[in-house]
């Protein structure tokens, strides 16, 4: 309790970093705050070029919204899991590029990884709100369920800030953490339904029946991934507009909370080494 | 003068020195474990009190254990065995400009490097023309601070951490920045606490600027103390160790 005080007394240094960040980042830059829109873009286009045109992956429409595009389906996942993938990679080197302030000032540390959670926020903030006119003018019901919307994104900011918090201290002791992550990152996505829905990996499941002879089938497996919830409350809200299973806003739930605990435990646990170990 | 306002109390600091440090995974692994290590006592049993109100040096040779004290005080490194305890606002000034974003503005870097400091945003906006106007940037204030000169820089770094108004202030070599003109502006501020009853820590390697400004010092020796007391008599002993030596 004593920690979540000492956090909030620097939740105005927390905001001049964020804002460092954030002004920093488009900072002589024709474009701007549009660059933050370049990266989601390409990566729809060349996913649906692939999954949607090549590979005819078939979705089922939105419902009861009815919208049936591969692109705007995609987006409303894709986001959610570029924020995420940003605030790890982001989040991971806060420590050892900033170990010079580390090093000569003191003040709270974990506005350090903090920071770099709130820039990717405000970014992917401004993608959603792009997307939202999109999903609009598509003629998706999208509105009412914006607080919604917020809370999930509440939720999935607080996994990603829990994990980042770790792996920022984890860097400082091996800095193979962050190369590592890059890895791990890619083969997450793919493992996460970011480009194909979950119904056919439960179809694949079904055909391969119980994993090894036991009756836990891969669907179950696969759904030890967090992200499938994340990912299936934010489609529901955004393209199908509809509530999603209360189960699943448990599990985002207690994901989000469980990281927290442990990544506030590990980074307090190790804050006040930092200037040495750097 | 009798109060106290920073007790040092029996404070030992150790580092490790690594023979063998793996700070990979891979050696971590291969060689079955991610450190060989013997501790280093940078500080050993220091205890002395800083009077309110006086300028206090720090003194000693290099690796006397000056900078790991001074690091104690202010927070960033924490000792391994004793206690310090400040009566009153602390700030440390172990750098000038530390967390300056190159691409932003001296304003915008006065709020950013004020608010890492500890000040609030009112508190910023109170000091602000002090801050610039100490710092004689005015001019170039809306500039981003990569277009500074180096002496802008550390000049502007160094009014925002002078402002920070602390009743302890803790410095590091930093007096030796900027120009002539900006340095004697720094001993006049430095007067100027003096004056008021703060209390100034200071190390420095130059004996000349630490008889003119201290009245008090405490020497250090390969991490043990020495002598401590008033200045005079403490700079004469350690000068004469080092003639003798």
């Known amino acids: 309790m004593n920690y979540l005080k000492e956090v909030l007394a620097s939740r105005e240094l927390l905001i001049n970093l964020t804002m460092r960040e954030v002004k920093g980042k488009y900072k002589r830059t024709v474009f701007g705050q549009l660059w933050s829109l370049a990266n989601p873009l390409a990566l729809m286009l060349i996913y649906t070029f692939v999954f949607s045109f090549i590979f005819r992956i078939q979705l089922e429409p939105g419902d009861p919204s009815g919208l049936d595009v591969f692109a705007i389906w995609l987006l409303c996942g894709l986001l959610p899991w570029i924020f995420f993938a940003n605030v790890l990679n982001s989040g991971i080197t806060s420590l050892v590029s900033n170990a010079g302030l580390i090093q000569k000032v003191a003040f709270s540390r974990v506005v350090l990884p903090l920071s770099q959670v709130a820039s990717a926020a405000y970014n992917w903030l401004f993608e959603i709100a792009v997307l939202v006119v999109v999903l609009t003018i598509l003629g998706a019901f999208v509105l009412p369920w914006l607080p919604l919307v917020v809370v999930a994104m509440v939720l999935l900011a607080g996994f990603a800030a829990g994990l ?18 890059s890895i791990i990152l890619q083969l997450w996505m793919y493992l996460s339904p970011v480009i194909y829905p979950v119904s056919l990996v439960a179809d694949a499941s079904e055909d391969a029946g119980g994993v090894l002879g036991t009756p836990v089938t891969i669907l179950d497996l696969y759904h030890l991934n967090p992200m499938v919830y994340f990912l299936e409350v934010f489609r529901n809200l955004l393209y199908d507009n509809r509530w999603p299973d209360p189960m699943s806003w448990l599990i985002c739930l207690a994901w989000a909370l469980g990281a927290l605990l442990v990544g ?8 006040r080494n930092l200037a040495e170990a750097l | 003068m009798s109060d106290v306002a920073v007790r040092v109390d029996h404070v030992s600091k150790s580092f490790r020195m690594y023979h063998e440090r793996n700070q990979t995974l891979k050696s971590a692994i291969m060689r079955g474990r991610t450190s060989v290590h013997e501790d280093f006592w940078a500080l050993q049993d220091v205890s002395f009190d800083v009077p309110e ?9 290099n690796g006397s254990g000056k900078s790991t004290l001074l690091k104690c005080l202010a927070k960033i490194y924490y000792p391994n065995k004793g206690t310090i ?32 400091l500890g000040m609030s945003r009112k508190e910023i906006d109170r000091k602000f023309d002090d801050i610039v106007g100490f710092s004689g940037v005015e001019q170039f204030i809306d500039q981003p601070v990569k277009n500074y000169s180096s002496g802008m820089y550390v000049r502007l770094g160094f009014s925002v951490a002078i402002n920070v108004d602390p009743d302890i202030l803790v410095v590091d070599e930093v007096l030796a920045v900027g120009d002539a ?65």
């Open chain 2, 53 to 61: 109100g006086s300028t206090f040096g720090l003194i000693g040779s």
């Open chain 2, 85 to 116: 305890t400040h009566f009153g606002k602390l700030a440390a000034m172990l750098e000038v400009g530390s967390g300056f974003h190159h691409e932003l503005s001296g304003r915008e870097n006065i709020y950013l490097n004020g608010s890492i």
């Open chain 2, 181 to 245: 003109e900006f340095q004697k502006k720094c001993f006049d501020k430095f007067a100027e606490f003096k004056r008021v009853g703060k209390t100034v820590i200071l190390v420095s390697h130059s004996m000349e600027s630490v008889r003119s400004m201290c009245d008090h010092a405490a020497w250090l020796n390969k991490g043990t103390l020495k002598a401590v007391g008033e200045a005079a008599p403490t700079i004469a002993a350690y000068e004469a160790s080092l003639n003798n030596g």
């Open chain 1, 264 to 271: 506030f435990w590990v980074f307090r646990r190790n804050e």
């Open chain 1, 164 to 181: 980042a918090l770790m792996l920022s201290i984890a860097n400082v002791y091996f800095r193979d953490t962050q190369w590592f992550l």
